[in-house]
């Protein structure tokens, strides 16, 4: 499961947490294999008074919404490489989201031409990456430079998503009101930002820019 560090991958594991507990999935190992989010692990259990009221009755109760019998946080890159050499079922969720970069590229390689396994797609995937592909289905992909069969199940999961939608977007812009001087939509892809920027002209809104490659724009 290719996952952001902060955030994501946290609300993943409390997720599996409480399904382990309801027993609604078998009780194999599962790993997570990204020394950043460790780290990042680590920081949110040092702040219970940011989580909301479910979490913090959790911890009442002396449970670890951040940690089960079966769950393994792994540092080092020898554990890491030793996941590689395993056979048996588990879990192992990785960075970066994207899989353009990280231990999660090494899982890739090691994993993706292997029937048996499936790929968790949990984020957005940018155009142009590893994980678009991935989201695609592309029958190959390379991965450091050799192409492979992509023979694992590819599972896709949107409702991870932390972005706001298209209509989130438009309510907050309209509460910032006409007064803006310029928009300027630099997240997503291309299709779906000029028709974000079409709408919100259509609004009355002026200013509204999908900024181009190499494009210059001067600020007064």
Same mark, same amino acid.
């Given at each position: ?82 996941? $590689?050499?395993?056979?048996?079922? @588990?879990? /192992? ?7 353009? #970069?990280? !231990?999660? *590229? ?7 031409? $292997?029937?048996?396994?499936?790929? @968790?797609? /949990? ?7 590893? #994980?678009? !592909?991935? *989201? ?85």
């Amino acid at each position: 499961i290719p996952s952001f560090s902060l955030e994501r991958t946290q609300l993943l594991v409390f997720i599996l947490n409480q399904l382990f507990f309801e027993k609604k999935i078998p009780h194999i190992p599962v790993y997570v294999d990204s020394p950043l989010s460790v780290a990042l692990t680590d920081i949110f259990k040092l702040h219970p008074d940011c989580f909301d009221a479910e979490v913090r009755n959790m911890i009442d109760q002396g449970q670890d919404p951040f940690g089960f019998r079966n769950l393994t946080y792994v540092r080092s890159v020898e554990e890491s490489m030793a996941l $590689n050499g395993r056979e048996d079922p @588990m879990v /192992i969720i990785s960075a970066s989201g994207m899989c353009e #970069g990280g !231990r999660i *590229v090494h899982h890739l390689r090691n994993n993706i031409e $292997n029937p048996n396994n499936t790929i @968790m797609i /949990i984020g957005y995937m940018a155009q142009h990456t590893l #994980g678009r !592909r991935l *989201v695609e289905r592309r029958r190959r992909v390379r991965i450091f430079g050799i192409e492979r069969d992509l023979n694992a199940r590819v599972e896709v999961i949107n409702s991870f998503s932390a972005h706001a939608d298209r209509d989130e977007l438009i309510r907050y812009v309209e509460e910032c009101g006409k007064q803006l001087k310029g928009i300027f939509i630099v997240h997503g892809d291309e299709d779906q930002s000029l028709a974000l920027a079409e709408h919100l002209k259509q609004k009355g809104f002026e200013g509204v820019v999908v900024p181009m490659p190499k494009q210059f724009i001067e600020l007064d």
